[in-house]
Structures are given as C-alpha cells and as structure tokens.
C-alpha cells in the first residue's frame, strides 16, 4: 500500500504562482509514475501533468508552458510548480502514483484563482 499526502494549495490572484507537494509512504519502491490530476466542480477529473520514475513527463495542453512536474525519488516526493495561473485553473487537485499494479491517490488539496 501507498500513501499520499498532499500540500500547497490555496487562494491566489490570476497571474500568481503556487508549489504543490505530495509525498509518498509506505510500499514506496515499488512506484512507478507520479503525477498531479484536477477536479473542477461539475467537471470530470483531468490530467495535469505524471512524470515517470525515470523523469519522462507529460502535460495536458492547457497547462504546458505554465506548469512544471517534477520529482524527488530520494524523498518520495512529487512537486507541482504552477507559474502564471488562470481563473480556469482553479479546482482541487490530488497526486496519484501507481506500482504497476494499483493506482493510489492522495485526498486532494484545493487551489483557487481569484482575484
């Protein structure tokens, strides 16, 4: 079993910056990819950004260029830099891993772009 806490959310202004974290406990030799999805209300939940135990990532196109993934696989750690946020971005947004087997997912932390 994985475990994943998530922090960094919060309010900021359009334009603004926020870090999101999420560290990993538990059977963590195992993971494998790592990424960030988002929930706005009334939508479906969407990928944001993974990236791979060997450092590969992906984004969704809305976020390319803005958002960075990154990752700290000696401390089980997933980092979220979000530069140049948008009213658009605002939902809560929750880390996910996967072992090859089960996916894991955090409880989510909510990030508002408001002015």
């Known amino acids: 079993q994985v475990q994943l806490v998530e922090s960094g959310g919060g309010l900021v202004q359009p334009g603004g910056s926020l870090r999101l974290s999420c560290a990993a406990s538990?059977?963590?030799?195992?993971?494998?990819?790592m990424g960030w999805y988002r929930q706005a209300p009334g939508k479906q939940r969407e990928l944001v950004a993974i990236i791979t135990r060997g450092g590969s990532t992906n984004y969704a196109d809305s976020v390319k260029g803005r958002f960075t993934i990154s990752r700290d696989n000696a401390k089980n750690t997933v980092y979220l830099q979000m530069n140049s946020l948008k009213p658009e971005d605002t939902a809560v947004y929750y880390c996910?891993?996967?072992?090859?087997?089960?996916?894991?997912w955090g409880q989510g932390t909510q990030v508002t772009v408001s002015s």
């Open positions: 538990g059977s963590i030799f195992g993971i494998n990819t």
């Open positions: 996910k891993a996967d072992d090859y087997v089960l996916d894991y």
